[in-house]
């Protein structure tokens, strides 16, 4: 395995990229499997996590650890031993019915994450994102963003393959992270990806995120196509993710270069679609999730093929999350 993610350059990614760097078959799925498997971390310890309600509805799932901080804030969490909501763990949190609106709800929640933030909850970046059931269902509560493993709600998000076309080869545009990124620093990125926060539709995010991280006019990123989603699962101690990525496809001009604005991203690169493929297959330098979304792009465009082993199986993986 090439150098560590976090101190890799350029010129690693794009050397381990070269064919002629190893003699590994290019119809072995191996490495895209261990990437998908990288996203979807200890199923096996969900039974350490307490379901969350609001209501009748499951909002997320709370680890039995982090849980024990929350019994200092009865007029907020309220705790039950009894399996009387099926949920074969023998018991549950729920948020006090007390807080009957979603803006009470959000208040009362935001008290205890400040309360906890310094020692528990780090990252605080006072972004809210939305807590629902599924994606369809009404809003039962906001919730800071870094807080929303803690509580192991579900989390929507919107990533954006940035593709051109040269003499008839396909080339992705691929940010790599500031070294000042508090998450995942100094891994390689898509050229527009963010969390979908609160009361913004995902078109209008990916909108806006064009923009924010890469300078691409609106006239261009209206153009971006919707094509699908990927989900995973992850649970990293006491955080457990659950995430719902929207996919979008951008073709862009020959002459396009990516700007970012917003100082999140080092630079960027254009990289022939076969080269990503060997820096996915071969190394840890992408940011986890955004592996599954270039796979999902691979498949899309014909660089995986039914011919190759597991086909399916790596299909199927794409979405091994509660895509709902």
């Given at each position: 395995?090439?150098?560590?993610?976090?101190?890799?350059?350029?010129?690693?990614?794009?050397?381990?990229?070269?064919?002629?760097?190893?003699?590994?078959?290019?119809?072995?799925?191996?490495?895209?499997?261990?990437?998908?498997?990288?996203?979807?971390?200890?199923?096996?310890?969900?039974?350490?996590?307490?379901?969350?309600?609001?209501?009748?509805?499951?909002?997320?799932?709370?680890?039995?650890?982090?849980?024990?901080?929350?019994?200092?804030?009865?007029?907020?969490?309220?705790?039950?031993?009894?399996?009387?909501?099926?949920?074969?763990?023998?018991?549950?949190?729920?948020?006090?019915?007390?807080?009957?609106?979603?803006?009470?709800?959000?208040?009362?929640?935001?008290?205890?994450?400040?309360?906890?933030?310094?020692?528990?909850?780090?990252?605080?970046?006072?972004?809210?994102?939305?807590?629902?059931?599924?994606?369809?269902?009404?809003?039962?509560?906001?919730?800071?963003?870094?807080?929303?493993?803690?509580?192991g709600i579900k989390v929507y998000g919107v990533h954006m393959n940035g593709y051109a076309e040269r003499n008839g080869e396909e080339f992705l545009w691929i940010g790599k992270r500031s070294h000042e990124k508090s998450t995942f620093p100094g891994m390689l990125d898509h050229?527009?990806?963010?969390?979908?926060?609160?009361?913004?539709?995902?078109?209008?995010?990916?909108?806006?995120?064009?923009?924010?991280?890469?300078?691409?006019?609106?006239?261009i990123s209206r153009r971006a196509i919707p094509v699908g989603a990927v989900s995973y699962m992850d649970i990293d101690g006491v955080r457990f993710k659950r995430d719902v990525l929207f996919c979008y496809d951008l073709?862009?001009?020959?002459?396009?270069?990516?700007?970012?604005?917003?100082?999140?991203?080092?630079?960027?690169?254009?990289?022939?679609?076969?080269?990503?493929?060997?820096?996915?297959?071969?190394?840890?330098?992408?940011?986890?999730?955004?592996?599954?979304?270039?796979?999902?792009?691979?498949?899309?465009?014909?660089?995986?093929?039914?011919?190759?082993?597991?086909?399916?199986?790596?299909?199927?993986?794409?979405?091994?999350?509660?895509?709902?």
């Amino acid at each position: 395995m090439p150098s560590p993610a976090h101190s890799f350059s350029w010129d690693d990614a794009l050397r381990v990229s070269l064919q002629e760097y190893s003699q590994d078959n290019p119809s072995n799925l191996s490495g895209f499997f261990e990437r998908v498997k990288l996203c979807n971390r200890g199923s096996e310890l969900q039974s350490e996590f307490l379901p969350f309600f609001v209501g009748s509805d499951i909002a997320g799932y709370i680890h039995y650890r982090f849980a024990n901080h929350l019994r200092d804030f009865p007029d907020v969490f309220i705790f039950s031993q009894d399996d009387s909501r099926g949920s074969g763990s023998g018991g549950h949190v729920s948020l006090c019915p007390s807080l009957r609106t979603p803006d009470d709800r959000t208040k009362a929640v935001a008290s205890v994450v400040e309360y906890l933030a310094e020692a528990l909850i780090p990252g605080i970046r006072k972004e809210l994102y939305p807590v629902k059931s599924s994606f369809d269902s009404p809003i039962l509560f906001s919730l800071e963003r870094a807080a929303a493993p803690y509580f192991g709600i579900k989390v929507y998000g919107v990533h954006m393959n940035g593709y051109a076309e040269r003499n008839g080869e396909e080339f992705l545009w691929i940010g790599k992270r500031s070294h000042e990124k508090s998450t995942f620093p100094g891994m390689l990125d898509h050229l527009v990806a963010g969390g979908l926060p609160h009361d913004i539709a995902c078109g209008e995010n990916i909108i806006k995120e064009c923009e924010e991280e890469a300078g691409i006019p609106r006239t261009i990123s209206r153009r971006a196509i919707p094509v699908g989603a990927v989900s995973y699962m992850d649970i990293d101690g006491v955080r457990f993710k659950r995430d719902v990525l929207f996919c979008y496809d951008l073709k862009l001009p020959q002459d396009f270069t990516p700007n970012n604005q917003d100082g999140e991203v080092e630079s960027f690169k254009l990289i022939p679609v076969p080269q990503v493929v060997n820096i996915i297959r071969r190394t840890n330098f992408f940011k986890p999730n955004c592996s599954l979304v270039i796979i999902d792009f691979l498949f899309r465009h014909g660089y995986i093929k039914p011919e190759y082993d597991g086909y399916l199986d790596l299909l199927r993986s794409l979405k091994s999350g509660d895509c709902s």
